[in-house]
């Protein structure tokens, strides 16, 4: 599968509750990804 910086994916998350599945976007680049098998992700919340 490959990843693109900002597409929007889902990921299971832990948390105090248990594992849920929430949606995060992706933040690393092409470049990235095409020397490492992994993707840096950030969460997004509604929190503050």
């Keep these: 599968?490959?990843?693109?910086p900002s597409d929007?994916?889902?990921v299971?998350?832990?948390g105090a509750m248990g594992i849920?599945?929430?949606p995060a976007v992706v933040l690393s680049s092409k470049t990235?990804?095409?020397n490492r098998p992994?993707?840096?992700?950030?969460l997004i919340t509604s929190q503050k």
Excluded: A, C, L
């Design 1 to 4: 599968m490959s990843f693109n």
């Design 38 to 42: 992994d993707v840096i992700i950030g």
């Design 12 to 14: 299971d998350f832990p």
């Design 8 to 10: 929007i994916v889902t």
């Design 32 to 34: 990235y990804h095409s």
């Design 20 to 22: 849920k599945r929430r």
